[in-house]
């Protein structure tokens, strides 16, 4: 299992996924599946879903291994 965080972004937002903390009980891939899939390489496929999608489905996270930030202009 990969033990770094990994960064996914569409430009105007960041996704960070750390390995580590996650439990992997697929609440980003449930709620968000053409983004968030967990058998494909990259599994976070950020051009799949607007912006805000992304943001509101990480916020859900139970386990906080999923964050985000915007890009700064």
Same mark, same amino acid.
């Given at each position: 299992m990969?033990?770094?965080?990994?960064e996914?972004?569409?430009?105007e937002l960041t996704v960070?996924?750390?390995p580590k903390l996650c439990t992997h009980g697929g609440k980003c891939a449930f709620g968000l599946p053409k983004v968030f899939k967990p058998k494909d390489r990259p599994w976070v496929?950020? !051009? =799949?879903?607007?912006?805000?999608?992304? !943001? =509101?489905?990480v916020r859900q996270c139970p386990s906080?291994?999923?964050?985000?930030y915007r890009s700064s202009d």
């Open positions: 990969a033990t770094g965080k990994r996914y972004t569409n430009g960070v996924w750390q496929q950020m !051009e =799949n879903g607007t912006t805000e999608e992304i !943001e =509101n489905q906080g291994a999923l964050s985000c």
